[in-house]
């Protein structure tokens, strides 16, 4: 059975590391006959969450940009795909506004039973990835019935381009590729 794949390409640096996994990720999915969308968070405009809480009560963020029609696509996908550089040794602040966006139970309704892939990049090892990926796995441990079906680790990757040629190209084209 197809499936509608989201994939969430979160650094400022198109055609950069954690891109060309998503490009990837996506070929493989796509092969498998899956619908895919990718979103470059760099190409939106996301403000950040202010903490009113009035998504709790009335289902909606009270700002009007970029991220309804996101959290649109979020909804209505099977699978998520949530990619970052490592910046600092978490997540990149871009996909950090985006998660908190999707704050409140009336928000999240519709988030809940999606599968997730995490996708991350870094100039060091993958071992000190492992801060990152935990940033991720405490936001979708957020989502009710959410499960984590895989993590690609493009460690070793500091220049544009460094990531061809690393094995986790391979992986992100496998992951995608399995998705049934
Ligand atoms: C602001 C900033 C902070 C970074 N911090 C780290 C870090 O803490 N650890 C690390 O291994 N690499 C770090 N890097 C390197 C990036 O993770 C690396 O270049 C990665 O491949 C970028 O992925 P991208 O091409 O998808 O943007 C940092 C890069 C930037 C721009």
Not at 52 to 67: E, F, N, Q
Not at 161 to 166: A, H
């Amino acid at each position: 059975m197809s499936k509608r794949v989201l994939i969430v390409s979160s650094s400022p640096r198109k055609g950069g590391n954690s891109d060309t996994l998503c490009d990837q990720f996506r070929k493989g999915a796509e092969e498998a006959g899956n619908r895919v969308d990718t979103v470059r968070l760099a190409e939106l405009k996301i403000d950040y969450c202010s903490a009113c809480y009035a998504c709790k009560t009335t289902g909606h963020c009270v700002k009007r940009d970029d991220m309804e029609r996101l959290l649109a696509k979020m909804r209505s996908a099977d699978v998520i795909v949530l990619a970052t550089p490592v910046y600092f040794y978490t997540m990149c602040a871009q996909l950090k506004t985006m998660i908190d966006r999707t704050l409140g139970g009336a928000q999240q309704s519709g988030l809940e039973n999606k599968e997730f892939y995490f996708i991350a990049t870094a100039a060091d090892g993958k071992a000190a990835m492992e801060r990152t990926i935990d940033g991720l796995r405490g936001y979708i441990e957020c989502l009710p019935g959410a499960v984590e079906k895989g993590v690609i680790y493009g460690a070793g990757a500091w220049q544009l381009g460094d990531i061809q040629g690393n094995p986790a190209m391979q992986e992100a084209y496998r992951m995608g590729n399995g998705i049934r």
